[in-house]
């Protein structure tokens, strides 16, 4: 096998090229140091998970909020976060002063910042995590998703260019198929790293390629920047990481990041005497469905789902108050864990599916990805669902499509695991859900929610079905959409300072060494807590890339 030359050195060694590498890479260019960017995968994956996001921004206070009636804080959003995190352990020190530092920089600088980049955004603000549970309890009080126009290509688009920028002239050395196994240390410093030269792969994004060595390699560095991201890929390491208090894990899992989010750095780092913390903080969906057409292995798909459609567990058991679509991510997956069932259940129609279903993901929105303002408008405010979700329901397995209810019954019950379900609870379930619509008064609380969010525009315009009966004709015909536990986000890592720098067991910054991105949990081992308010991962991704990508060229 052929060794790589050492490099008599790089000022800034950034390992993997997802959305955090490229901003640390680009503040470090910026300030006129040399960087040298290794990822494992082809060229093709150059911008790694953020390229397939839906490209959802947490922003506070933004004109396209207050366009919209939105009246937010730093101080709601403030109470929000850390009603959100719950932080509660020793280790939770540098991860708070991470949220109170990003929280500053989402209320302040950041929707600048991005758009002198050419970052715009959609000017209907989304409102994610609507919590329900109490002022002071989980959720956004308010609207803050804002959708980058572009979605995750545009996110990734500047920070991109600026990287290439720097390869053209000479600045910016970047090395695909190159997998990192061990960092250098030397007298208790990280001073580069060194690992296997993969086989070339002509693999398309996403698809899995070949770990095939075919070489060595060492890099030199006064720098090196640990971007690699989470566990997602890996469902062992999710399993042996899965907390006590989220159930049971599951033993059938959907894929929601490419198989490359392996974690494997995790260890390397920690070889190297990196702190890891709040493994056991993730961030995992229950209404995942099996992509008709697959890019990776298990490949699923998100439903952002909008509040109208009935939740039930696999045996019919309608969820507890509020755990309705789309109000508390991680609260539903504890309850759903705990029923021991790896499945659930939308009972809706398709006039909900139409206004309220969108699919996460950039591939899945190609009106918002491709910047298509007639697409746009032809999708989202014509009659029928967006064309990639009317494939799901031609074409995804997971989908039932019928007139009538009885019919539904009997084809949810003929599906994988719809022996569990008790059909007569779930008639019982739709009818009294149908008599309540019948009237201006409900005790149903979540019919009296979804009539208080058709008071917000955005909502109203293009999220929230007007009220109706399931098993009205005018609304079907009726679905079924069976759903499945999707793996996502680390929310714990490498325990780093604010300025990225990689902390040890004692709280001590190891020279040479820093974490961005995922592999820091976001931003000090876990910016998050124990719950993330969306629109938080791409940012988190910004913030501690430019904050490492700052420091590290110091």
Known sequence: MMTTPSSPATDVLV?????????????????????TIVDQQPRTDLGGQAWWSFGGLFLIDSPEQRRMGIRDSLELATQDWFGNAGFDRPEDEWPR???????????????????????GFFPVVGWAERGGSGAIGPGNSVPRFHIVWGTGPGIVAPFAAAVEAGEAEGRVTILPRHRVSELLVEDGAVVGA????????????GVPSPHEQVGEFLIRADATIVASGGIGGNHDLVRAAWPERLGT???????????????????????????????????HYVEGIENWDPVWPDHGIRILPGPSSLWLDATGARLPVPLYPGFDTLGTLAHLRRTGHDHSWFVTSLKIIEKEFALSGSEQNPDLTGKDVQLLLRSRLAKGPTGPVQAFLEEGSDFIVENDLETLLTQMRAMPGGELLDVNRVRQEVLARDREIDNDFTKDAQIAMLRSMRSYRGDKLIRTAAPHRLQDPSAGPMVAVKLHVLTRKSLGGIQTDLDGRALDAAGSPIPGLYAVGEASGFGGGGVHGYRALEGTFLGGCLFSGRQAGRSAAR
């Open 15 to 35: 390992i993997g090229w997802g959305l955090a590498g490229l901003v640390a890479s680009a503040e470090a260019l910026a300030a006129g140091r040399h960087v």
């Open 249 to 283: 894990p599951p033993t059938h899992m959907l894929t929601g990041v490419p198989a490359y989010v392996d974690g494997s750095m995790q260890a390397v780092s920690a070889s190297a005497g990196a702190n890891l913390i709040n493994e056991d903080r993730m961030w």
């Open 97 to 119: 002063r991470w949220a109170e530092a990003y929280l500053q920089f989402a209320s302040g600088e950041k929707r600048e910042w991005l758009r002198e980049r050419g970052v």
């Open 194 to 205: 060194r690992g296997e030269v993969l086989t070339d792969s002509p693999a398309p994004r």
